[in-house]
């Protein structure tokens, strides 16, 4: 766990650098598939075509970058003459399970988009994936077009996935309700006084102050809420116990949650409500303050391209030590080619093919806008829309980001946690109990 911890570190470090950079360089010539332009005579077989390849990603029918995900696949098959079989679906902890379950029964796909953490662990150590350098053995261009330095490292000190881009998790706020109730658009200095004030007067007003649902998606509001609590130098540590330092550290950013919900500072129905429900809320001005990450701003665009005005990015307030211009962020997520694929003669040339496709740099500049890449010339996205202008805004003050630290822990532990976020906010369960429940399945 600690060499993991030093990993993630060194890996936000370096994801810093990349969020004050902004994005630069230019895009690999139109119809690349290797990200550097042009084929090499030692690259391994090319796919003859007419291949049907399984591949199962997030970018299900919610995701802001389902039609980006659907036109480079379009895009292949125009190329390659293969058939892409997709079965993507909504990323969640439903949809994880079930990916690893059909890792279990033998029915994995032939390429997986999946999350690069503790969550890959289980398909990793079950030899179901390829790692990179056996891959690169028979083809020398694999992913030539990423930085090697910002690959996932597993725990057995191997790269296994291809990164997409990255991610970084902001406050975005309803500036049409902030307007209307005299509230200020936050800037980098929002302290956490500041905020609970602001609710009250949105509150008041008859609005949503927060629109999360508690019963699906916590875990936003948790990381920042013990952050608050900490630094983000120590975001990434793990409790020994619910009574160490750390352990208490967790259990107060469970009960700043409970306090807010206390104050009635979320929707009435956030303990029912989905996901989708809460931030259809904020989309459609009922609600001021939501956070989400850098996905949803393609949900903006495609759902409510007219109203983007209406929406800005701004910072989680702040308490404590931490400084509200400090974020979540990293690139979490990634390309595998499984076992199955790879030991199949029809099927090897053309999944390494897809995966290189997918990570080429035309293609990733069709996902990125002002998220972190690993790409070593850039991504090149064209003209930002006032939603993307305002995060690339936002993000120009950025002090630090961090990973998140939910990705450190197993998924029984990190499904148990925010399970009980519920309990601990309605009073049936204390915050040390749940964070001690949540370590003894770590």
């Known amino acids: 766990m600690k060499k993991n911890r030093l990993l993630a570190l060194g890996l936000a470090s370096a994801l810093t650098l990349g969020l004050l950079a902004g994005c630069g360089g230019k895009p690999s010539a139109p119809g690349s598939t290797s990200g550097t332009g042009g084929d090499k005579s030692n690259s391994g077989a090319k796919p003859a075509g007419g291949v049907e390849l399984t591949v199962v990603t997030s970018y299900g029918g919610d995701d802001g970058n389902r039609s980006n995900y659907e036109n480079a696949v379009a895009s292949y098959e125009a190329a390659t003459g293969n058939k892409i079989m997709d079965a993507s679906g909504t990323s969640n902890e439903e949809w994880k399970a079930k990916v690893l379950t059909d890792f279990q029964t033998g029915t994995e796909p032939d390429v997986l988009f999946f999350f690069t953490s503790s969550d890959a662990e289980p398909i990793i150590q079950a030899g179901k994936v390829v790692d990179i350098a056996t891959i690169r053995a ?27 881009s990255g991610f970084w998790e902001n406050m975005f706020v309803n500036t049409k309700v902030l307007s209307d109730c005299g509230v200020a658009v936050p800037g980098p200095d929002y302290t956490w006084d500041q905020f609970l004030a602001d609710c009250e007067t949105i509150k008041a007003k008859g609005y949503a102050p927060i629109a999360c649902s508690l019963f699906e998606v916590p875990h936003y509001w948790f990381e920042f809420c013990i952050m608050n609590n900490g630094t983000l130098g120590e975001q ?116 390494v093919e897809f995966v290189k496709h997918m990570t080429s740099d035309d293609v990733m500049s069709t996902f990125v806008t002002t998220e972190v890449t690993a790409l070593k010339n850039g991504a090149s996205p064209s003209g930002l829309n006032p939603l993307q202008q305002a995060a690339a805004d936002a993000n120009a003050s950025i002090t630090g980001v961090i990973g998140p630290v939910q990705d450190t822990i197993t998924s029984e532990s990190r499904t148990d946690l925010f399970a009980n976020v519920q309990n601990v906010v309605t009073g049936k369960m204390s915050a040390e109990d749940a964070v001690a429940s949540a370590l003894a399945l770590n």
């Open 236 to 351: 990434l540590a793990i409790p020994g116990s619910a009574t160490d330092a750390v352990g208490q550290k967790w259990a107060a950013g469970l009960n700043d949650i409970k306090d807010l919900y206390e104050k009635g500072y979320f929707p009435v129905n956030t303990l029912t409500a989905t996901d989708a429900e809460t931030v259809q809320l904020f989309a459609e001005g009922e609600a001021a303050f939501l956070i989400d990450g850098s996905w949803k701003i393609n949900y903006f665009v495609d759902n409510y391209g007219d109203q983007l005005s209406d929406y800005a990015i701004s910072y989680v307030p702040a308490k404590g030590e931490r400084k509200a211009s400090e974020a979540i962020g990293g690139i979490s997520m990634g390309y595998f080619i499984t076992k199955k694929a790879w030991d199949d003669p029809a099927k090897q040339a053309a999944a």
């Open 138 to 164: 028979t083809y020398p261009d694999y992913a030539d077009n990423m930085r090697d330095s910002m690959l996932a490292v597993a725990s057995d000190g191997k790269n296994y996935a291809i990164p997409s």
